[in-house]
């Protein structure tokens, strides 16, 4: 298989790219926006050509595509599920209506939630930002690694399967070998 890039995750690749153009936010994927390197580049990119009144939506759907195509690929990748393009789209659009919804001045689920503010800052000496993830089923494990290093601002995506007697023991294995990678 080859390396898996953000860029082709979310933008580029046949899923990405059909739910982008009958997105809210058409456009044609990497036709379009082939200069950009980065996803930072990218996002930049389409933020400067919107109004200021559709930036918050505009985050909002980004937000809900990379959640449903991250899923999406996940369930192809480590339960064999085939990708039904339309299914993705539809939960990505239910929960893109949600997030707007939830973003009305008047809505009653804004009310009892409270707005929380991150108050920790990553220290300008962190060398390497490592997330992680696993999925477990029938005592094989799906892990997956992200890493990226501050220095160049590079992204690494890694992922393997694994045995594991249970969920637990799969999500402890994820994150001994992000450390162990970001430590080489």
């Not at 982008?20 to 389409?46: E, H, Q, Y």
């Not at 993705?88 to 707005?115: F, H, N, W």
């Not at 930002?129 to 494990?141: L, P, R, T, Y």
Request: hydrophobic residues 45%.
């Amino acid at each position: 298989m080859e390396d898996e890039t953000t860029l082709h995750i979310f933008w580029d690749c046949h899923c990405a790219r059909a739910i982008w153009f009958s997105s809210p936010f058409a456009c044609n994927g990497g036709g379009d926006l082939g200069f950009t390197v980065t996803v930072k580049d990218r996002i930049k990119w389409m933020l400067t050509r919107l109004p200021n009144e559709l930036k918050f939506n505009f985050l909002n759907f980004l937000g809900s595509l990379v959640e449903g195509v991250w899923k999406a690929r996940n369930d192809w990748m480590f339960r064999g599920k085939g990708i039904n393009i339309a299914a993705v789209r539809c939960a990505i659009l239910r929960k893109y209506a949600e997030c707007l919804m939830a973003g009305e001045p008047d809505s009653e689920i804004c009310t009892s939630i409270r707005q929380v503010r991150a108050s920790g800052k990553i220290n300008n000496e962190t060398e390497v930002i490592g997330v992680c993830d696993a999925s477990w089923k029938d005592g094989e494990a799906g892990l997956a690694v992200g890493l990226l290093e501050t220095s160049g601002n590079k992204v690494f995506w890694f992922a393997k399967k694994e045995k594991a007697d249970s969920a637990a023991e799969a999500e402890f294995k994820a994150i001994r070998w992000v450390m162990d990678l970001a430590t080489q």
